[in-house]
């Protein structure tokens, strides 16, 4: 069985790192944080969060800078023990040898890695999604999959129709949480 596991948002702190960086930058006042970006289509220093994130992603330093989320490496060490582990993200391709060298330096392990992919994870071919982008998470819960939304101040207001979902959609805000229900769902 697939699972697929995005990293911002999911494995890496990368809204607390931009928030750092532009802040040690000037760019953002100090009392700026990340329940500032609230929505998916916020705004930090004024400008799209996905058009300042994405500029920053050609720093090779900047991205192996972001900070990993709390117990995600040995939640996906334990996950894989259980699961055939995709790791996904929507970065865009320039970022492959950075993020990679990120994923290797803080001890991930996993069977397969595709970068580029934004909406397209309906297509991927795993069984359950783990994401932070709400509606990245709708579409692939309405398509069948089970869908674990890690919670981030951008996703807390969720909306949805729970007849409209084909497949489960659940909500978790620690890696330890994910992994007792992952195994839990494995009989182990
Ligand atoms: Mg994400």
Redo the contacts with the bound molecule.
């Keep these: 069985m697939w699972l697929a596991v995005?990293?911002?948002?999911?494995l890496g702190d990368h809204v607390l790192h931009l928030i750092e960086y532009l802040k040690d930058k000037g760019v953002l006042d100090s009392g700026f944080t990340k329940d500032n970006i609230d929505r998916w289509d916020s705004l930090i220093g004024g400008k799209g969060f996905k058009e300042v994130f994405e500029a920053h992603l050609f720093d090779r330093e900047f991205v192996l800078g972001i900070p990993v989320i709390e117990g995600a490496v040995e939640a996906i060490r334990r996950l894989r023990g259980v699961y055939k582990v995709l790791i996904v993200t929507a970065r865009p391709r320039y970022a492959y040898g950075s993020t990679m060298e990120w994923l290797k330096r803080n001890g991930f392990e996993f069977d397969r890695f595709e970068i580029d992919v934004g909406d397209e994870r309906v297509n991927l071919g795993v069984d359950i999604l783990i994401?932070?982008?709400p509606y990245t998470i709708l579409d692939f819960v309405r398509s069948g999959g089970l869908g674990i939304i890690f919670t981030q101040p951008w996703n807390k207001s969720l909306e949805y129709n729970p007849n409209d979902m084909v497949g489960r959609l659940v909500r978790f805000d620690k890696w330890g949480d994910i992994v007792d229900y992952l195994l839990n769902l494995r009989g182990f």
């Design positions: 995005d990293i911002d948002g999911v994401d932070d982008n």
